[in-house]
């Protein structure tokens, strides 16, 4: 896969007080990603964009949550979301990225 497309992977880090305590304990950071990427994909895309070793990625499809909008009733979107472990030694500084 080429740099360009990796870069597209990652959408945003996810800031939550469960991902916050995942990255204290555990070295685990958490990532919205595309619905359309893997395991594999999402490690490749890490390591590029932080110049880190990954040791473990695991995904969750988050399913969007059905909200009235004014008079009528939608639903938000679906999305994805990544845990991924950093090898012992690797830390990624989200404030400064």
Partial sequence: MKQQELMRILQAPVISEKSTVASEQNKQ??????KSANK???KR????????QVDSVHVLN???????????MGARSDWKKAYVKLKP????????A
């Fill in 89 to 96: 030694g690797f830390d990624i500084e989200l404030s400064a």
């Fill in 40 to 42: 594999e994909q999402i």
């Fill in 62 to 72: 988050v399913k969007g949550k059905v909200k009235r909008f004014g008079r009528f």
């Fill in 29 to 34: 950071f958490v990532f919205r990603v595309k």
């Fill in 45 to 52: 895309a890490v390591e590029l964009m932080f110049n880190v």
